[in-house]
């Protein structure tokens, strides 16, 4: 279904005549009366009055929101896993930068005491209602909720139903009470990332979630105050988008009979693009249209009837400072911005996923400015991208014209500029349609003496959105030496002459793949193997060699630049040799 920026939706088979019995059961209207107050207009499909539909206005002025991750949900405490502890700095930071929500994920699991009461730490909720206050004193919306808990105690409740469901309960019954004077921009999301532990599947799990929901959702609007008519958002099965969950969820919804609930799924990407294995090393159609398909599924089986929907965690699963080059940028850029415009489309509201890897909170500055700048642009407008943001030259020999295809999403190019300089259309460079074809002579000038490594950055930039920024990077292929090691410590050594590693794969002799993820002979960047551009060298992990079979095992290393070397290695026991040939 392409969303309809009305909202109305035709009623044109029994599935659309099964939402409007679902609809009117809801508001408890006739399936009739419904009818007629969608063809008189006074309804749309999504099944709430016009302009009267107060969740999916409160979710869409949450948009665009961000997390503070890793930190009320570190286990045990909030700096525990590396982040400095919150300010209201921090929060005013954040509003400033166009963020309108903020998620806090809360681990409660370490910071409360024995049954039956389970008792919150005083001190523990209280810094949790601290930061609470500042984020709605500084206008955001907040959402809270029940964070690593889902992993550590509720994943065992079909086999523990009476402790898990009393301990559940005690909690949301003390947090409900704390907050439920709390402003109405306070919304309560019931479990992170539900999962159960034993069960038969599908179908038990979202009995399981059910049962949770129901008792939330409960023990939440019995606790009176504003919780009577608080948002409440309610997550699928693994906070999962494939098509059986969300109809899972959509029959708990319609149990619950309230109006003022949301959705709540995560979206981390195409899987194999989303940790680079298996190849999946550019944003290409197959991870857009992972992308497409999933956020349709959401809107249609939310959105059009009504229920809005907030993606509470979204980016890369291996996206992360600590980590560079396992996804390259313009990569993830150009992933960034079709996430800000398919969401857009859908009215969805979307909270990005930020441990630490988007925002220094130390220093208050994005850690790549630039993506931050797309990230915000893409709340409100499409940016133009290119096939990629590098441009490979050979540092010896002479400098030829290269060409880059244009992805224009509805934009169009208005010129290129290095350093504040425009470059001169017809000299510099040419447009055909979609190509851009930067000139041997624009080439040579910009790479000047020719040194290892980005020479210059140009921009290409498009009548609306962020400019797409372009390396032009001198190298020389990479050169790898023999090596000596063990499978707990084994470095190549790599001379990397200006280029950067894309990927790696690893076959035996007879073709198969070789180590871990055996259905794939790419391997997965920084977990199996990662470069050392600092100290020249290529580090094979102890996960790799975990899974090789003794003997010889052949890696080729990708480059950006197109170029492909190979190496040989030869395992024996906790032995490894490597050798060029």
């Known amino acids: 279904m392409i969303p309809s920026r009305t909202g109305v939706v035709e009623l044109t088979n029994s599935a659309d005549h099964s939402n409007v019995r679902r609809i009117a059961h809801r508001l408890r209207v006739t399936a009739c009366a419904l009818v007629a107050l969608l063809v008189t207009g006074m309804l749309t499909a999504g099944g709430a009055q016009a302009g009267t539909d107060d969740a999916m206005k409160t979710v869409a002025a949450m948009q665009p929101g961000w997390n503070l991750g890793n930190t009320m949900d570190a286990i045990p405490d909030e700096t525990s896993w590396g982040n400095p502890r919150t300010t209201r700095?921090?929060?005013?930071?954040?509003?400033?930068?166009?963020?309108?929500?903020?998620?806090?994920?809360?681990?409660?699991?370490?910071?409360?005491?024995?049954?039956?009461?389970?008792?919150?730490?005083?001190?523990?909720?209280?810094?949790?209602?601290?930061?609470?206050?500042?984020?709605?004193?500084?206008?955001?919306?907040?959402?809270?909720?029940?964070?690593?808990?889902?992993?550590?105690?509720?994943?065992?409740?079909?086999?523990?139903?009476?402790?898990?469901?009393?301990?559940?309960?005690?909690?949301?019954?003390?947090?409900?009470?704390?907050?439920?004077?709390?402003?109405?921009?306070?919304?309560?999301?019931?479990i992170n990332e539900p999962q159960f532990a034993g069960t038969s599947g599908t179908d038990e799990d979202a009995r399981a979630l059910h049962e949770l929901n129901a008792e939330f959702h409960r023990t939440v609007r019995g606790s009176g105050g504003r919780n009577a008519t608080r948002l409440l958002v309610l997550p699928t099965v693994n906070t999962a988008a494939d098509q059986p969950r969300l109809d899972a969820f959509l029959a708990s919804y319609d149990q619950l009979h309230d109006p003022n609930i949301a959705a709540t799924v995560h979206f981390y990407g195409f899987w194999p693009f989303s940790v680079n294995i298996a190849g999946f090393t550019r944003y290409n159609a197959e991870v857009e249209q992972d992308l497409v398909g999933t956020f349709d599924r959401v809107y249609n089986t939310f959105v059009s009837r009504g229920i809005p929907v907030i993606i509470g965690e979204w980016a890369l699963l291996s996206y992360d400072h600590t980590r560079p080059g396992v996804i390259e940028r313009g990569e993830f850029l150009k992933f960034v911005e079709a996430v800000g415009y398919h969401a857009r489309l859908r009215r969805l509201t979307t909270m990005l996923w930020d441990a630490g890897q988007f925002l220094n909170r130390t220093e208050l500055r994005w850690r790549d400015q630039g993506v931050h700048d797309l990230i915000r642009a893409s709340w409100a407008t499409r940016s133009g991208t290119a096939s990629s943001d590098q441009v490979y030259l050979r540092r010896s020999g002479t400098i030829t014209a290269q060409a880059l295809t244009l992805n224009l999403n509805g934009t169009s190019l208005r010129g290129l500029r290095q350093g504040g300089v425009d470059l001169v259309n017809g000299t510099d460079y040419t447009v055909s349609g979609t190509t851009l074809t930067l000139t041997a002579a624009a080439l040579t000038r910009l790479a000047g003496n020719r040194a290892y490594g980005v020479n210059a950055t140009i921009e290409a930039r498009f009548s609306q959105g962020v400019p797409w920024q372009i390396g032009i990077i001198s190298y020389d292929p990479p050169t790898q030496a023999a090596a000596t090691g063990t499978t707990t410590s084994f470095t190549i050594p790599t001379q990397f002459h200006g280029d950067q590693l894309a990927t790696m794969d690893a076959k035996y002799a007879d073709g198969r793949p070789a180590g871990p993820a055996n259905w794939t002979t790419f391997k997965e960047f920084w977990q199996n193997f990662q470069p050392d551009y600092a100290a020249g060298g290529m580090i094979l992990k102890p996960e790799f060699f975990a899974e090789v079979a003794d003997g010889r095992v052949t890696l080729t290393f990708h480059f950006w630049s197109g170029t492909q070397i190979t190496y040989y290695l030869t395992k024996s026991g906790t032995s490894v040799t490597g050798s060029t040939g």
């Not at 681990?107 to 008792?119: E, F, I, K």
């Not at 808990?149 to 509720?154: E, F, G, K, T």
């Open 89 to 190: 700095v921090l929060l005013h930071h954040v509003r400033s930068q166009g963020y309108k929500s903020i998620r806090i994920p809360v681990t409660w699991s370490n910071h409360h005491g024995a049954a039956p009461d389970y008792p919150i730490d005083a001190a523990w909720l209280a810094r949790v209602r601290e930061i609470v206050d500042w984020s709605l004193a500084e206008g955001l919306y907040v959402m809270i909720n029940l964070h690593h808990d889902s992993w550590q105690w509720i994943n065992t409740y079909p086999s523990d139903r009476a402790a898990v469901m009393a301990r559940y309960t005690a909690l949301w019954s003390q947090i409900a009470t704390t907050f439920r004077d709390h402003s109405p921009k306070l919304v309560f999301e019931s």
